[in-house]
């Protein structure tokens, strides 16, 4: 554990050098410290150093895991990175400040009864697309991307903020980047959560705005 700040400031390093040799400011990309599977005795050294964006996978994990840190670190913020069932939308909404797996029409509904009980602001959503078009991963497919979006934001009056995806491991990841960034900006989206620890600078060269690294920062699991 005593290694998870020396981890985090070389990657933090590493975003701040792609983003100079993209011609962009440090501070457009954001870091997402993917925290799953590690205990909360891990998130310590992160937390102390500074880090405040954590991402998780699962909504039973972070419900263990987040509450009493977030009681003493009121400021930290929580990413939904792994997929969602409709059954936990309502946990969901509890934990987590972004939720980027929204996937199918299904879930849109699902968040959008929710939200709307809710006082105060929503989670931001980003739709989740299946760039390389794998069967076993969710997503929404690239040519289906428009209509999902526009789907989101008239039937179910949901605020889309942008877009994640995770490319097939063996392709070359700026492709999908390329075609992420694409679709976000013919639907107007600002945000893009794409990159990992083996890919975030190229993400950042294709216009990531936020970057979901675990084992780089937290070793292996």
Avoid: Y
């Avoid at 700040?5 to 870091?31: K, N, P, T, Y």
């Avoid at 939200?115 to 929503?122: L, N, W």
């Avoid at 490319?167 to 990841?173: K, N, R």
């Avoid at 999908?176 to 890919?199: C, E, P, Q, T």
């Amino acid at each position: 554990m005593s290694d998870v700040a020396e981890r985090l400031e070389e990657v933090r390093a590493r975003i701040a050098r792609a983003c100079a040799d993209a011609g962009r400011a440090a501070g457009e990309v954001q870091l997402i410290a993917v925290s799953k599977t590690f205990g909360a005795e891990h998130m310590a050294p992160a937390l102390k150093a500074g880090q405040r964006l954590f991402g998780e996978n699962r909504v039973q994990e972070a419900k263990g895991k987040w509450p009493a840190l977030r009681a003493a670190t009121p400021d930290l913020e929580l990413h939904l990175i792994g997929p969602l069932q409709t059954n936990k939308v309502r946990e969901a909404l509890d934990l987590f400040d972004v939720i980027h797996t929204l996937d199918r029409p299904s879930l849109a509904q699902a968040l959008a009864k929710e939200i709307v009980k809710r006082e105060g602001p929503a989670p931001r959503l980003l739709v989740q697309v299946n760039t390389g078009e794998e069967p076993q991963k969710a997503g929404v497919a690239p040519q289906e991307a428009d209509a999902f979006i526009a789907a989101c934001r008239e039937e179910h009056n949901l605020a889309i903020a942008g877009l994640m995806c995770i490319p097939p491991a063996d392709e070359p990841a700026a492709p999908h980047f390329a075609l992420l960034a694409k679709i976000a900006r013919r639907n107007g989206l600002d945000l893009l959560s794409m990159g990992m620890s083996g890919d975030f600078e190229t993400a950042i060269t294709l216009g990531a705005t936020h970057v979901r690294v675990g084992s780089a920062i937290f070793g292996g699991r």
